[in-house]
């Protein structure tokens, strides 16, 4: 297994604050010992996936490298989305943040709480789009996502934005 595999996670609001929840969550991230952020993709508005009746959403994808196991790391990130104020009411529904694997490197994995591949990655611009922007040189996960790039129907609309701040949201 490659020394330094990339981990690659969604990172999206669709409650107000959008802009300050996503700030703050990368914020967290960086902050954990077991984390080194290496890249964040510019920022993307997308239409809601799913349930299509809520606010449009702010997505970002994140590149890290961590020194956690996949479930010590998803723990991590429940605990950033319980601080702020995530809770899951509807399936698909709005959200203050949203933080997900999406991919690991080389690993495929699939427990009773994590799938990595994230099981849904490959239908969802929002996801395959920010992270094709900042995993172009990843020789494992770019041409993955660039494949699942080509074969993907969602037609959703997305737009990137670039770097957003609190005035945009």
């Not at 902050?31 to 080194?36: D, F, G």
């Amino acid at each position: 297994m490659p020394a330094e595999e990339r981990v690659y996670l969604s990172v999206g609001a669709n409650i107000h604050p959008r802009v300050a929840n996503i700030k703050q969550a990368i914020a967290q991230l960086r902050a954990l010992p077991t984390v080194t952020v290496r890249a964040v993709s510019n920022w993307y508005e997308t239409e809601p996936w799913g349930n299509r009746d809520q606010a449009n959403f702010y997505n970002v994808a994140v590149a890290l490298t961590t020194t956690a196991t996949p479930e010590q790391l998803l723990a991590q990130l429940h605990v950033i989305e319980q601080s702020l104020h995530r809770e899951r009411l509807i399936h698909w529904g709005p959200r203050t943040i949203d933080l997900d694997i999406i991919f690991w490197g080389t690993r495929q994995l699939q427990t009773a709480t994590l799938t990595i591949p994230h099981a849904h990655a490959a239908e969802r611009n929002f996801v395959l789009l920010p992270i094709a922007e900042i995993a172009a040189a990843d020789p494992w996960v770019g041409p993955q996502v660039q494949r699942l790039i080509a074969a993907n129907t969602d037609t959703s609309w997305i737009k990137n934005v670039g770097n957003v701040s609190e005035q945009d949201d």
